[in-house]
């Protein structure tokens, strides 16, 4: 990790590092200011190199942040960091990295954009299913994560047939 790391900053320099901190501040501002409209953001005024949202925009939906973070599954995008700061509720922390152009930033956020507009008429129509059963094209779907958390499978062992077929 740390001959990584020395790899990273060496290649960089020292006017190549200011370059990629900088940059990663831009994306995550751009992120800020191109999803407050129809996310809510936490604070206002600019961020660092991450942006920080809640779920206010959720509220009286049916829809949880979980399920909004498993529906950006079905969108092609990892989930962001939830529930952190522990400050805020429902959080939804996003941070994009320096090497993001800002084409595949506009890319996210037509995504996201598309995610909270279906959020929202999800709730007015009643049918929340695109996001309390998501992901839906994932191998896995929802996942048991407080039994993972408690109970870690440090080991893989094959499935028994049983297991298998399920």
Same mark, same amino acid.
């Given at each position: 990790?740390?001959?990584?790391?020395?790899?990273?900053?060496?290649?960089?320099?020292?006017?190549?590092?200011?370059?990629?901190?900088? @940059?990663?501040?831009?994306?995550?501002?751009?992120?800020?200011?191109?999803?407050?409209?129809?996310? %809510?953001?936490?604070?206002?005024?600019?961020?660092?190199?991450?942006?920080? =949202?809640? @779920?206010?925009?959720?509220? @009286? %939906?049916?829809?949880?942040?979980?399920? =909004?973070? *498993?529906?950006? #599954?079905?969108?092609?995008?990892? !989930?962001? %960091?939830?529930? =952190?700061?522990?400050?805020?509720?429902?959080?939804?922390? #996003?941070?994009?990295?320096?090497?993001?152009?800002? +084409?595949?930033?506009?890319?996210? #956020?037509?995504?996201?954009?598309?995610?909270?507009? +279906?959020?929202?008429?999800?709730?007015?129509?009643?049918?929340?299913?695109?996001?309390?059963?998501?992901?839906?094209?994932? !191998?896995?779907?929802?996942? @048991?994560?407080?039994?993972?958390?408690?109970?870690?499978?440090? *080991?893989? %062992?094959?499935?028994?047939?049983?297991? +298998?077929?399920?």
């Amino acid at each position: 990790m740390y001959v990584r790391a020395l790899a990273y900053m060496l290649s960089h320099g020292h006017d190549g590092l200011r370059q990629l901190a900088e @940059d990663a501040v831009l994306n995550a501002n751009y992120l800020l200011a191109e999803l407050s409209t129809h996310i %809510t953001a936490s604070f206002t005024g600019p961020c660092m190199h991450e942006a920080l =949202f809640d @779920d206010r925009f959720l509220k @009286d %939906t049916g829809i949880s942040t979980l399920d =909004f973070a *498993k529906a950006m #599954i079905d969108e092609g995008y990892h !989930p962001m %960091t939830m529930y =952190f700061p522990l400050v805020v509720h429902g959080a939804m922390l #996003i941070e994009p990295t320096e090497s993001e152009s800002k +084409a595949t930033l506009d890319e996210f #956020i037509a995504s996201m954009r598309g995610l909270a507009a +279906a959020a929202k008429e999800a709730a007015e129509t009643g049918k929340t299913e695109r996001f309390t059963a998501a992901p839906h094209f994932a !191998p896995l779907r929802r996942l @048991d994560e407080t039994l993972a958390a408690r109970q870690p499978l440090l *080991k893989w %062992t094959a499935p028994t047939p049983s297991q +298998a077929a399920e």
